[in-house]
């Protein structure tokens, strides 16, 4: 069955580069795209950008100087890079396969020194 | 970008009652393909969104009848008929026809 799973650091330290991993099943990257979407707690939905089904991206505008997705089909996993991270970051970050059908659990990030 | 303005912000509901919310978007959402990208997500407490309607009103599957989607242009709405408790939660609208994709607000759909 489809099924999506975010991996990486729970605490990021100010002004440091988050990476996450979205490990997925499934499916086949080359067959759907891949978003990224976040959710600060307690607040609404974010999102962030995507990775299509050929490889090309497409991020939010308030995030785009920041924000890098991309991945590795052999290993069925995308990836998201997002720097100068500040405590405005923290948030649940969710990866999801459009029309958001399926998510994956969330990943906690707290940006903290 | 497409701001999605979508109401109330809480909605008090009882137990088999009926609740409706609304969501507005700043532009029409209808693509260029004639397609309307407007989606409906229940969030429970401690979980994902899950998915129940797409494009306006098709239900996804195993959404029961009780949902229902309707709108267009910029004006959609959800409906919730015999309210069970396994209803409550924060519902988001999701506008996909325009980058950046943008959510609505959410609206907390609460026991009365």
């Known amino acids: ?113 | 970008d497409v701001v999605m303005t979508q109401t109330p912000v809480s909605l008090p509901v009882s137990l088999g009652g009926q609740a409706s919310i609304s969501c507005r978007s700043s532009q029409s959402l209808v693509h260029s393909n004639g397609n309307t990208y407007l989606h409906w997500y229940l969030q429970k407490p401690g979980q994902s969104p899950q998915l129940l309607i797409y494009r306006v009103s098709n239900r996804f599957s195993g959404v029961p009848d009780r949902f229902s989607g309707s709108g267009s242009g910029t004006d959609f709405t959800l409906k919730i008929s015999r309210v069970e408790p396994e209803d409550l939660g924060d519902y988001y609208c999701l506008q996909s026809t325009h980058f950046p994709y943008t959510f609505g607000a959410g609206t907390k759909l609460e026991l009365k």
Not at chain 1, 39 to 62: C, F, H, V
Not at chain 1, 67 to 91: C, G, H, P, W, Y
Request: hydrophobic residues 30%; aromatic residues 10%; glycine residues 8%.
């Open chain 1, 1 to 113: 069955q489809v099924q999506l799973k975010e991996s990486g650091p729970g605490l990021v330290q100010p002004s440091q580069t988050l990476s996450l991993t979205c490990t997925v099943s499934g499916f086949s990257l080359t067959d759907y795209s891949v978003h990224w979407v976040r959710q600060p707690p307690g607040k609404g939905l974010e999102w962030m950008g995507r990775i299509q089904s050929g490889g090309s991206t497409d991020y939010n505008s308030a995030l785009k100087s920041r924000l890098s997705i991309s991945r590795d089909t052999s290993k069925s996993q995308v990836f998201l890079k997002m720097n100068s991270l500040q405590t405005e970051d923290t948030a649940i970050y969710f990866c999801t396969r459009y029309p958001f059908a399926y998510w994956g659990q969330g990943t906690l990030v707290t940006v903290s020194s």
